[in-house]
């Protein structure tokens, strides 16, 4: 999921989709991208099945796959909602969770 929106044009793809299905050359023109490149990005969404295509005429409309969509919000609230000792250091304080330094609990390390 993390991987598939890395890159700040597909989090602006997605953005766009959600409004509306647009074709490739829609997207090139908005995102002042190449047809390729939109292409390529596109690839990266699809792989991970958030967007889908479909023929109208002699284009592809894409649009965002709601079921996708909707999986992918619960998983992110269950990892924003994690307890607290699971949660990332990045949301933590500093000393606090799994990436507190560990104080060694050796009394004689060479008796």
């Not at 989090?11 to 989709?17: A, K």
């Not at 002699?58 to 649009?63: S, V």
Request: charge should be positive; hydrophobic fraction near 45%; glycine fraction near 8%.
């Amino acid at each position: 999921m993390f991987k598939a929106l890395a890159a700040p044009t597909r989090i602006t793809m997605v953005r766009m989709l959600k409004k509306r299905a647009l074709c490739v050359g829609a997207l090139a023109r908005l995102l002042e991208i190449t047809p390729g490149a939109v292409s390529q990005h596109l690839g990266v969404l699809k792989e991970v099945r958030l967007v889908e295509g479909e023929k109208r005429g002699y284009f592809m409309h894409y649009r965002l796959n709601p079921e996708t969509l909707a999986l992918w919000q619960e998983a992110l609230g269950d990892f924003l909602s994690a307890p607290k000792e699971l949660e990332p250091c990045v949301f933590l304080k500093p000393g606090e969770g799994l990436c507190a330094p560990v104080k060694p609990n050796v009394k004689n390390p060479r008796s």
